[in-house]
C-alpha cells in the first residue's frame, strides 16, 4: 500500500502511507490505536514516537498527538503552540 515512513513506541506501530493517511496497530496503551485522531491525520509528513506515544506533522504545520499521555500522547495544552512546526525529534 505504498507505505512512506513505520515508527514504533514500546508496543505499537504507525505507519504512513502515499496519500498521507497513517495506519496504527498493536497496543492502544502504546498508541496503537489513533481512532481518536484518525479524522486529523491527514496529509501527514512526518511521524516520530516516544516510548508510548506518537506525533504526526501535517502538511500545514500542525501536529497530531495520540497515545499515552504519561509520554507525550495528550498535546491539548500546548496545541495552539503548535503551528508550523517544521519537524519534530
Known amino acids: 500500500k505504498n507505505v512512506q515512513q513505520v515508527q514504533s513506541t514500546e508496543g505499537a506501530f504507525a505507519a ?34 516516544t516510548e508510548g506515544a506518537f506525533a504526526a506533522i501535517l502538511a500545514d504545520g500542525c501536529v497530531v498527538t495520540w497515545g499515552d499521555q504519561n509520554y507525550g500522547g495528550d498535546s491539548s495544552a500546548v496545541q495552539d503552540q503548535l ?3 517544521q519537524q519534530v525529534q
Open 16 to 49: 504512513i502511507l502515499a496519500d498521507g493517511c497513517v495506519v496504527t496497530w498493536g497496543d492502544q496503551n502504546y498508541g496503537g490505536d489513533s481512532s481518536a485522531v484518525q479524522d486529523q491525520l491527514k496529509n501527514v509528513q512526518q511521524v516520530q514516537s
Open 83 to 85: 503551528k508550523n512546526v
